[in-house]
């Protein structure tokens, strides 16, 4: 059974740095394309970051570009999002999720999500 697992929020200072990560089971990742999401409370789920199921081709909200890295080590069956320089409108939970094989900014595209690690920036 395909299953994701996140794990690595905890709570940061403004301007610091997390890397979250996305551990996956039951299911070969290099046929998949992963994402980050994340959801503050009382605001829609967005997506961050994605990358294809090759790790060639990654992609960025406007919200996170220049400060989140995704990355991908499919021997590990794991996911990264490198989190820098951090704000208090980061504070979320953060979803990893996967799509076969290409990426997506179309949610329903994404069948598996895992239960989500919780952000908080705060000073």
């Known amino acids: 059974q395909l299953q994701l697992v996140e794990s690595g929020g905890g709570l940061v200072q403004p301007g610091g740095s997390l890397r979250l990560s996305c551990a996956a089971s039951g299911f070969i990742l290099d046929y998949f394309a992963i994402a980050w999401f994340r959801q503050a409370p009382g605001k829609e789920r967005e997506e961050l970051s994605c990358?294809?199921?090759?790790?060639?081709?990654?992609d960025y909200a406007d919200s996170v570009k220049g400060r989140f890295t995704i990355s991908r080590d499919n021997a590990k069956n794991t996911i990264y999002l490198h989190m820098n320089s951090l704000k208090v409108e980061d504070t979320a939970v953060y979803y990893c999720?996967?799509?076969?094989?290409?990426?997506?900014?179309?949610?329903?595209?994404?069948?598996?999500w895992g239960q989500g690690t919780q952000v908080t920036v705060s000073s």
């Open positions: 999720a996967a799509a076969p094989l290409r990426c997506s900014w179309y949610q329903p595209d994404f069948r598996s």
């Open positions: 990358i294809n199921n090759s790790g060639g081709s990654t």
